[in-house]
């Protein structure tokens, strides 16, 4: 496979006024600098059972230390959207990065791919939920009432808790992004080998691992496809919580996850990843510190606490996966009424990418 070098784009500086930011990222006002430190006062934990398709993110314990950013290692990046470039008709102008966003390197590039990375990612800013069953558009349409700007959507994988899926097509997506709604699509595939969830032990990895995740990276790509998500879409694998500091079980999610992660990235697709804070988020991270290719473009963490933290996640450094990697998933199984309708969901605060319909 050939190596491919892309240089990225620097990141500009937005003039946005403090409270916007604030307002669009719910909690600070943007992705903190390289080599800064996070200050926050840790907050509480939210208790409840575990969802059906979300590992329960823990509360960070008063008084745990937090990280200090360092230089980021090589990872999937999406590119910025072209300059003057607006989103579709009667949706907001694209998300500008926020004040205080991490400058990379000049040298900074992409892993190793077989194909070129789509032009523009479509990044989205804001608060976001996800269901196990895709709303119907007439929920979706009295859900406008809420701040709610991005839907989580479980489009395949064999590790589905909610396979099917009626609401969940084509006309579907392009109606809810003709709305302004930004789709987060998630895709649960085979599960690590020691995987704790009781619910996803029919689902572990097995054989090959490299040949698994291609082959269920391929089709996450296709179902995207047929759904009418274009090149460039973020596709986010699921992988519920397990115990990374078993070697055996860490190297084989790590090789079916890049694995994955490749087939997605050479069909012009990003990969994304979602993980607890405490299980698979710390494995990557640690794979990041270490140089580690064909890891995700984006990370969705489960830390379940009282207010989202996107900068603050203390299992990460400062700057990785910023200034547009990273979906904080902050409480999970609440229901919530919008417009008269109700749903049980999972809150999510987002600075990443997201599908492109159409």
Known sequence: MMIRRWVALAVAVASTAGAGVSAAYGDTAGPPRAGTEAGAEAPNAVT???????????????????PEGEAPGPSLRPLPRPEGQQGAPGRPAPAQPAPGAPEFPASWQLPELGAELPAAANIFRGKAFDTCHAPSIGVLRNWNASDYRGVGVYFGGRGRACPNQPNLTREWLTEADGMGWSVLPIYVGSQSPCVGASNKQHVRITGDPVERGTEEGTDAVARAAALGMSKGSALYLDMEAYDHRKTGCAATTLAFVRAWNRAVADRGYLPGFYSSASSGITHLESERRAGTSDLPAAIWFARWQQKPDLWGEPVLARDAWAPDGRVHQYTGNVKETHGGSTLTIDRNQVSAPVARIG
């Not at 409840?48 to 937090?66: I, S, V």
């Open 48 to 66: 409840g059972p575990d969802p059906a398709e979300q590992a329960l993110g823990e509360a960070l314990p008063a008084g745990a230390p937090r």
